[in-house]
């Protein structure tokens, strides 16, 4: 057997080898009986089946599904296209290069500012899992700004 710095490559059936990668941050993984029960009655499966040792079952097929986004035939854009796009309506509304992201950081702010939608269902609409991501994304404006300001000074006396 001989042993990589990333993982361990043994030899199997028919001159083939097999890899097999290290623990996760140098740790041993602990697997209960019942799973080590079920992977040796697999393997015992697939010896007396004539298959390959390490042979997988193919993928299940693919769900379908329909793009966000599509072409005129139903098709994905591919980002390349949507680049394209992108420079396209930059160009007609005259606004400087902006990565195509910072729609969604606009979309956040806006929603935060207006009130419109509480953190929580803000959230939720955008896909993430926690309020602090959400609040990430918000982006600070200079009117915002020039308020909390103004009220620090009343506070302190400085007006």
């Known amino acids: 057997m001989a042993s990589m710095a990333r ?13 097999m990668a290290p623990p996760l941050w140098g740790q041993r993984r602990a697997v209960p009986d019942e799973v080590r029960e079920k992977q040796r009655r697999a393997a015992q499966a697939r010896s007396v089946s004539g298959l390959p040792e390490g042979w997988m079952p193919p993928p299940p097929p693919a769900q379908a599904y329909e793009p966000l986004f599509p072409t ?58 926690s309020p602090l991501m959400t609040l990430r994304y918000a982006q600070r404006s200079q009117e915002r700004q020039a308020q909390v300001i103004q009220v620090a000074k009343e506070q302190m006396g400085l007006t």
């Open 7 to 19: 993982g361990t490559v043994s030899p199997a059936s028919k001159g083939s080898f097999l890899f």
């Open 72 to 129: 005129r035939h139903g098709t994905p854009l591919s980002s390349r296209n949507v680049r394209r796009e992108w420079a396209l309506v930059l160009e007609r509304a005259r606004v400087d290069d902006r990565e195509f992201h910072s729609i969604r950081a606009s979309f956040i702010t806006s929603a935060l500012v207006s009130r419109v939608l509480s953190l929580k269902d803000l959230q939720e609409v955008v896909g993430h899992t």
